[in-house]
């Protein structure tokens, strides 16, 4: 079998491009039961985020050309093909198979280590096997990509740090607060950033988020997604008096926090702590803030070394689970010879007994044998043809039965630390 997996991604597209190639679920599943003829493409799935599109199918080795053409064409169709061109990658075989584990791990992702991506590979998988064009290959394909992306999530650090202002601002809260769990976080502004903010916050288990805002109907709205609730701006003060956190993002020109408020604020708290996140530019939280008693205060600054640090970490961890990805490529492809065993004993099979054939012919007029005895002698080349034939298949066979036990093996706890070691060492 050959695999191809084609598509464009935030890398090689911009969102203009890669919002034409979209597909929707309904059209997903139609176009590709299109695309898979049985014969040329044997099977396929899309993957379809907002961050990339690609395509990945199984060929007959035999039609890889005309396979590689029909699906580069199914992502072009109605996409402007002189943009598309430009922006297409194609990946073949392995590095089909590691283009696919990176992704799933989070290693290809415009943030390397985001959760997201994996449940949309799965989705995409799910897709195809509703939609019957799943078959084996891709079955044990996308199982040995979310293999992957456990191991790279569970033996690397990739997706422990926080590598954005939002959500450095929830690590800090979680440092210095030791957990959300229980606390009120009042959040001021709605905007983009402040948005994300208050997805952390409530995502990292805070029990309580307040939202003020000057336009009150954004504050409510705001509010509802997340479970929270919604405060009248000119309520700011009444509402930090029950902050654990507060969080800030406006576009105001000037200090919204100011130091008469949060001293006002700290003593109705009867001076438990409250720290200040100010992602806003300009600053809206006065700086003055931070020389009250147990108030402290971060501005963006603060929270990009963090961020800056936490990259650096990530991708000391992203060579780690370089590895991992390369490790399980290799493996996967011990599984691939084994499914391609079938279409090679055939071949192996009719060649011998084509050779068998051929020499028959070769001496038939020698022989001068009747029709019924050439049909006999050359049943008998078949057969002892079949018969050398059935140990080097046995031999076959029982390689690609111990690659199979191999792949169902647990990976040992320690696996890991042995296959970088020596790399390490090197390092």
């Known amino acids: 079998m050959s695999i191809i997996l084609a598509g464009v991604s935030h890398k090689t597209a911009p969102v203009e491009l890669r ?70 990658y194609t990946r073949e075989d392995m590095e089909a198979v590691r283009h696919l584990f990176r992704v799933a791990s989070s290693l290809d992702s415009m943030v390397v280590g985001e959760p997201q991506i994996l449940g949309q590979v799965r989705q995409a998988y799910a ?29 690397t ?16 809260g979680r440092k210095i607060l030791g ?16 948005e994300l903010a208050a997805r ?15 336009t009150y109907g954004t504050a409510v709205r705001l509010a509802a997604e ?15 008096a029950e902050a654990d956190a507060c969080v800030v993002s406006t576009a105001a ?18 001076n438990r702590p409250t720290f200040f996140i100010d992602i806003s530019v300009p600053r809206n939280v006065d700086p003055r803030v931070g020389e009250v008693p147990n108030l402290f205060v971060f501005d963006v600054d603060d929270l990009e070394a963090v961020v800056a640090s936490n990259i650096r970490e990530r991708e000391r961890e992203t060579e780690r689970a370089e590895l991992i990805v390369e490790c399980e490529a290799r493996q996967f492809e011990e599984v691939l010879r084994g499914l391609d065993l079938g279409p090679q004993i055939g071949a192996f099979r009719e060649e011998l007994q084509a050779v068998a054939r051929a020499e028959f012919e070769r001496q038939r007029r020698r022989l001068r044998l009747t029709p019924e005895q050439e049909r006999a002698v050359e049943a008998l080349l078949v057969s002892t043809a079949n018969k ?33 070691a020596p790399v390490l060492a090197a390092a």
């Open 157 to 172: 650090g990739v997706a422990s740090s926080a590598v954005s202002v939002a959500s450095a601002a929830v690590e800090l």
């Open 226 to 240: 997340i479970g929270g609730r919604a405060v009248p701006f000119e309520r700011l003060g009444e509402a930090l």
């Open 388 to 420: 050398i034939a059935h140990p080097a298949i046995e031999v076959m066979r029982r390689s690609a039965a111990a690659a199979e036990a191999r792949q169902s093996r647990p990976e040992p706890e320690s696996g890991l630390k042995l296959a970088v």
């Open 19 to 88: 919002e034409r190639l979209a597909f929707g679920r309904e059209q997903s599943a139609e176009r590709v039961r299109a695309l898979v003829d049985g014969r040329v493409v044997r099977e396929a799935l899309v993957v379809s985020t907002c961050n990339r599109v690609e395509v990945v199918a199984v060929l007959d080795p035999r039609r890889r050309a005309e396979g590689v053409e029909r699906v580069t064409g199914f992502l072009t169709d109605g996409s402007g093909s002189a943009d598309f061109s430009r922006c297409l």
């Open 179 to 194: 957990s959300l769990e229980g606390r009120t976080v009042l959040l001021v502004g709605a905007g983009e950033t402040a």
């Open 127 to 155: 897709q195809a096997v509703e939609a019957g064009t799943a078959g084996r290959v891709l079955h044990r394909l996308m199982h040995r990509a979310f293999h992957t992306a456990k191991r790279v999530r569970s033996e």
């Open 253 to 270: 020109p000037g200090y919204v926090v100011t130091a008469e408020m949060a001293r006002g604020a700290q003593a109705a708290r009867r």
């Open 200 to 214: 952390h916050l409530a995502g990292a288990g805070a029990s309580r988020v307040l939202v003020a805002n000057r």
